[in-house]
């Protein structure tokens, strides 16, 4: 038998995570590259526990439902250290928690490995003994606000869900939810509790490939949230052949009625139950269950509590009128947590309260059954008249059929809807107004191709506020709280996940977009923040008490005034205007310095990779669109153009078609960086050595820049295998963290760049000026009005420099200074008529994917 490390004193142990080795060669795990048993597991995670110490720590795990997080997550509870369990999927909640809690170990998992990152070898923190796990409440991603679980909650929990749910020796659970969400662990505990096997897995069920997994695995059980049933609608699930499904559980939001009968109803065809159930954080996962033999004449029921447990409902004022058996549902159980944790000094506190008051508004029926009928504190009184948003949504999806998120505050309701055949706005705004007795200014309704979801599938109502933001309003003074601020990157990124312990970074944004984002943020703020890209929004706001600033005098990026100067600059330089080259190869500089900084993220590498390619093509389409309809008015541009081969083709070419080389140079070295990084090896690489590798790349690009290895005929200041060190200097100067790191790179510009142009000392300096302000410049003094103009600029560079070779020519022979300004104009309106294409290609295709109702995709068997 595989023995743990004795647990340390004062601390207590998880009997289902020590209790491996009892299953002996039982399956555990089910993945794709195999199959792994309790023994072996019970091994993985003596091992682990053993790297961990002694004495008790706090562990930092990002959740991932991968063999590594789960032997770190059962090796800490099996030998008395407490987890902090955090998003895997959000690493910006990571490093959030990472700085509110400062760990003692910080775990870095991956699909086929993990590493330990020990910061001190004793712990910095005082525990309580009975503390085992921490975990962010439902709805937050990346707040300081935990809930404290204890060793006897998760054990009771898990031994509660076993009982009533049956579970066998024999079953075998998918993992259709994240591990850091309570219910997703709960399953994984609950199943390991018994010695069932575990298919693990991140795919999801609107996977092909996880739906080959499950049935090669023999899978029996499946959990989902209300979001996973329409995804299970969309697959076809109802069609297809699961010999050994036992039952499929359901929680995290209430299922509609109708919805929970109409899967009763398949269930009874086909020979599996359907259980119906209700829980929070905060009591460990479970607090109650519908009987699958009473769904069918109680669907809107959330059941009974679980075994151990029982509720009580008590008397509060925001009942009334809702019944006199109505009140708010109290759960008392040995899962209800210990409380909850704000700061590290929270972590030595016991038991705070014995029971949960749910928040919900609930009655007991005449069976002993009970429903939630509201919620308190979501009550809104508009105009004298209180309306429950969940409510609004529980009408309309079961009178009409409609898939609704409804949100919004004492001056009006704001809908979500997904889009359905014969229903617009206006009918669907009326049927709220008929049905609620609302005015119609009060009623805001937005057609959606799907409702916005967080990470767990839980519905995310800070995206659905966000909706009533039209994308040109201008940013108003005094907008600075959190969810200001998140409405604001909500339409910047055109993302509907965000949250206050986002950041620009972890929600994929680029060089493409931070110039719009940085500019209204110190318009908001009245500053800009050091580091803002990185830093939580809940982290950048103006303190309530505090109104920004509004002074004239601004500060500016240093990197968005050397793009909005170098367009200038070469737009002027070939209008002859003046002569002040040297642009292109600056703008080379300042695109690997923000690649650096907005795409290394700490994010996992399919993150990176799918960011990265994203960007390149922002870059490439909007080249090629513009390209095709400069051929179709006569430019002498080709097929090579087109296809972005001009200059790897005809290298030496000095006519018309060299006039795209910056971009194809570009759009060539992202690729390969893309291509690299790709590389396990090298991700590696790049996150242990962040200085270090863009410097080797640097003396790998020299050696073409110096001609020391034989290449053919190349052209030597255009063609991209020449100028890629440029690129790599400025991703180094993004990562120079220290003063002898800022010399160095400094020194190395100045030692390769000159030389590069010969007889043009000018160009040359151009280039190292702005390098060096680059570097040792974050932000310049600016004003209002510039910091406008710029950013138009900035923003705008890419399309400008397509632009201009058929634009300026146009007013040359009038006026230079006119032939240089309509250049500029016509590239910003291009800028802001392509802005969205690449997006709305991405929502095309995922469309078209819900539509064919697989994504197709090539899958690995065990």
């Given amino acids: 038998m595989t023995l743990l490390p004795a647990p340390p004193a004062g601390g207590h142990t998880l009997p289902l995570a020590g209790d491996l080795a009892l299953h002996g060669d039982r399956t555990a795990l089910v993945t794709t590259e195999g199959t792994i048993s309790y023994a072996e597991l019970a091994r993985r995670v003596a091992d682990t526990a053993r790297q961990l110490g002694p004495g008790r720590r706090l562990v930092l795990l990002p959740g991932a439902n991968t063999i590594g997080a789960l032997v770190v997550h059962l090796a800490a509870l099996a030998s008395g250290h407490p987890v902090l369990l955090a998003p895997g999927d959000h690493p910006e909640a990571v490093a ?14 991956g699909t086929d490995e993990w590493r330990i990152e020990e910061r001190r070898t004793g712990s910095a923190h005082l525990f309580h003994p009975d503390l085992a796990l921490l975990l962010s409440t439902s709805g937050s991603t990346g707040s300081p606000k935990l809930v404290r679980l204890s060793y006897d909650n998760l054990q009771a929990n898990a031994e509660s869900i076993a009982s009533y749910l049956g579970i066998r020796d024999t079953d075998r659970a998918a993992t259709t939810l994240p591990m850091h969400y309570c219910y997703g662990l709960s399953v994984i505990h609950s199943h390991l509790l018994r010695g069932a096997g575990l298919v693990l897995t991140e795919l999801s069920v609107a996977d092909t490939c996880f739906w080959d997994l499950f049935r090669t695995a023999h899978g029996t059980t499946l959990a989902g949230v209300p979001y996973t049933f329409d995804l299970l609608d969309r697959v076809g699930f109802a069609e297809m052949d699961l010999p050994h499904l036992r039952y499929i559980t359901q929680a995290g939001g209430r299922l509609a009625p109708e919805r929970v009968a109409q899967y009763v109803e398949l269930g009874q065809q086909r020979g599996w139950d359907l259980f119906v159930m209700y829980g929070q954080t905060e009591a460990t996962a479970r607090m109650a269950y519908l009987p699958p033999e009473l769904a069918a004449a109680y669907p809107g029921a959330i059941g009974v509590p679980v075994p151990g447990g029982s509720f009580a409902l008590e008397t509060v004022d925001e009942a009334a009128g809702l019944g006199k058996d109505v009140g708010e549902l109290v759960y008392s159980g040995p899962n209800v947590m210990l409380g909850y944790a704000h700061t590290p000094d929270d972590l030595a506190l016991g038991r705070t309260l014995d029971t949960l008051r749910t928040g919900d508004l609930a009655r007991r029926t005449d069976v002993g059954l009970y429903e939630i009928v509201g919620r308190l504190g979501q009550f809104l009184k508009i105009l004298g008249l209180r309306i429950d948003p969940r409510q609004v949504e529980a009408t309309l999806e079961e009178r009409h059929g409609l898939s609704v998120l409804c949100a919004g505050d004492d ?33 805001r309704v937005h057609l959606l191709i799907e409702l916005p979801r967080l990470p767990t599938g839980k519905p995310d109502y800070q995206a659905v506020r966000a909706l009533d933001r039209p ?66 929004i809940s982290e950048l706001r103006t303190p309530e008490s505090k109104t920004p600033l509004r002074t004239r005098g601004r500060s500016l990026e240093t990197s968005i005034a050397l793009r909005a100067v170098a367009i ?15 642009g292109a190869h600056l703008l080379l500089a300042v695109a690997g310095f923000n690649f650096a900084r907005f795409l290394l993220t700490p994010a996992r590498r399919r993150d990176r990779l799918r960011n990265t390619g994203r960007s390149t093509g922002r870059i490439a389409l909007p080249c090629v669109a513009w390209t095709a309809f400069a051929m179709l008015i006569g ?30 140079a570009l759009v060539y070295i992202l690729l390969a960086t893309l291509a690299l990084l790709a590389l396990p090896a090298a991700d590696r690489a790049e996150r242990r050595f962040p200085y270090g590798l863009p410097l080797t790349l640097v ?14 005929e190349r052209s030597q200041i255009t063609d991209a295998v020449t100028v890629f060190w440029l690129f790599a200097l400025g991703w180094a100067a993004a990562k120079a963290c220290t003063t002898p790191h800022r010399l ?19 160009r040359e300096a151009f280039v190292l000026i702005g390098f060096v302000l680059l570097v040792w410049f974050p932000t310049l003094p600016s004003h209002r009005r510039i ?68 994504p197709g995709s090539r899958c690995k068997h065990s």
């Fill in 471 to 536: 994308d040109n309003a201008e940013v108003p003074h005094g907008g600075s709280g959190t969810d200001d601020l998140c409405a604001l990157y909500t339409r910047i990124l055109d993302r509907t996940d965000v949250t206050p312990a986002s950041t620009f970074v972890g929600l994929g944004g680029d060089s493409l977009s931070y110039v719009e984002m940085s500019l209204h943020l110190e318009e908001r703020l009245g500053h800009l923040p050091a580091s803002w890209h990185t830093t939580p």
């Fill in 568 to 582: 200038v600059c070469i737009v002027g330089s070939h209008a002859r205007l003046f002569e002040l080259r040297g």
């Fill in 787 to 854: 910091n406008q103009v710029a950013g138009l600029l900035a923003a705008s560079s890419l399309s400008i420099y397509l632009t201009h070779w058929q634009i300026y020519p146009i007013l040359d022979g009038i006026s230079e200074p006119l032939s240089l300004i309509s250049a500029l104009i016509f590239g910003i309106a291009y800028a802001k008529g392509t802005d969205h294409l690449p997006r709305k290609l991405s929502a095309l295709a995922r469309l078209t994917a819900l539509r064919a109702g697989r």
């Fill in 699 to 712: 003396a790998l690009g020299l050696l073409t820049r110096y001609e020391l290895i034989g290449l053919p």
């Fill in 96 to 109: 959030a928690l990472t700085s509110a809690y400062d760990p003692d170990v910080v775990v870095h998992t």
């Fill in 744 to 762: 160095l790179v400094t020194l190395a510009a100045l030692t390769t760049v000159t030389g590069f142009f010969p007889d043009e000392p000018r």
């Fill in 635 to 664: 430019t002498d541009y080709d097929l090579s153009n087109l296809l972005l081969l001009h200059n790897a083709l005809f290298p030496q070419d000095t006519g018309p078609g060299i006039h795209l080389w910056f971009v194809e």
């Fill in 411 to 443: 001056n009006g309701l704001t809908l979500a809807v997904v889009s359905k055949p014969g229903w617009d706005e206006r009918r669907i705004r009326r049927r709220v107004i008929d049905e609620f007795g609302l005015p119609i200014r009060t009623v």
